[in-house]
C-alpha cells in the first residue's frame, strides 16, 4: 500500500525565517510527486509536480527537490501570506493520489 | 481560481438522508476525482472516472455511489447518510492519467453536514 508522511505536523516560523517541510513515500512505481498549497476551508492550490529524482522546481519563495524517497519544500525568507497548510501527495502505478496529512504553516510577523 | 466548479458549497442535511454532489471539470479535461477530507483522515481519494467510465475505486463505501455524464461533469450521490460522513468533499479534474500522472486541479469543495 502507498504511503505518504509529512513532517512536521506543524511549524512555526517568524517572518523571514527559511525552513523546509519533508514529505516521505513509500510508492509502487511512482509516477509523480505534487505538492499543493491549501487554505482553510478552500480546495487544494497545486504549486509543483516532480517526475524524477534529481528534479527541482521553484516559484517564487519556494522551491521543490525530489529524491528516490523523499521530497523537500523549501521555503526561503516566508511571509504570513505563505501561511498555509502545505500537501504532499504521491501518484502511484494505478492512476491513484496518496496524499500527506500535511504541514500546517504559521509565518508570524 | 483552478477552473473546476463544484455545488453545492455547503450541504446540511438529516442522517438517512441522500445527498448529490456536482462537478464541472476544467475546459478540457476528461478525468474527474472525488475526495473526501475530515480532520482526522486528510484527504482520501474516493473514485475516478475518465471519459465517462470508472478508472479507480478507492476508499468509497457502497452506500456511496459516482457518475460521469457524456458533457464530462460528474456527480457523486451520497446516501444513508451518517455522521460520520460529515467532510468536505472535493472533485479535481485532469486531462488524462496515461503515462506519467497528471496534475489534478482542485475544485472549491463541498462542505457537508450530517446532523
Known amino acids: 500500500e502507498d504511503q505518504v508522511t509529512q513532517s512536521p505536523e506543524a511549524l512555526r516560523l517568524q517572518e523571514g525565517e527559511s525552513s523546509s517541510l519533508n514529505c516521505s513515500y513509500t510508492?509502487?512505481?511512482?509516477?509523480?510527486l505534487f505538492w499543493y498549497r491549501q487554505d482553510p476551508g478552500k480546495g487544494p492550490e497545486f504549486l509543483f509536480t516532480?517526475?524524477?529524482a534529481g528534479e527541482e522546481k521553484e516559484k517564487e519563495r519556494l522551491k521543490a527537490t525530489l529524491t528516490k524517497k523523499e521530497s523537500f519544500l523549501h521555503i526561503t525568507a516566508p511571509k504570513p501570506e505563505d501561511s498555509a497548510t502545505y500537501l504532499c501527495?504521491?501518484?502511484?502505478?494505478?492512476?491513484?493520489?496518496?496524499f500527506g496529512k500535511g504541514t500546517l504553516l504559521t509565518v508570524n510577523p | 481560481d483552478s477552473g473546476v466548479t463544484q455545488t453545492p458549497k455547503h450541504l446540511i442535511t438529516a442522517t438517512g438522508q441522500r445527498v448529490t454532489l456536482r462537478c464541472s471539470p476544467r475546459s478540457g479535461d476528461l478525468s474527474v476525482y472525488w475526495y473526501q477530507q475530515s480532520l482526522d483522515q486528510g484527504l482520501q481519494f474516493l473514485i475516478q472516472?475518465?471519459?465517462?467510465?470508472?478508472?479507480a475505486k478507492g476508499n468509497i463505501l457502497e452506500r456511496f455511489s459516482a457518475q460521469q455524464f457524456p458533457d464530462l461533469h460528474s456527480e457523486l450521490n451520497l446516501s444513508s447518510l451518517e455522521l460520520g460522513d460529515s467532510a468536505l468533499y472535493f472533485c479535481?479534474?485532469?486531462?488524462?492519467?496515461?503515462?506519467?500522472?497528471?496534475?489534478?486541479?482542485f475544485g472549491p469543495g463541498t462542505r457537508l453536514l450530517v446532523l
Open positions: 516532480l517526475y524524477s
Open positions: 501527495a504521491c501518484g502511484g502505478s494505478n492512476y491513484k493520489l496518496t
Open positions: 479535481a479534474s485532469s486531462v488524462d492519467p496515461s503515462g506519467y500522472q497528471e496534475t489534478q486541479y
Open positions: 472516472y475518465y471519459n465517462g467510465e470508472e478508472r
Open positions: 510508492v509502487s512505481g511512482l509516477r509523480g
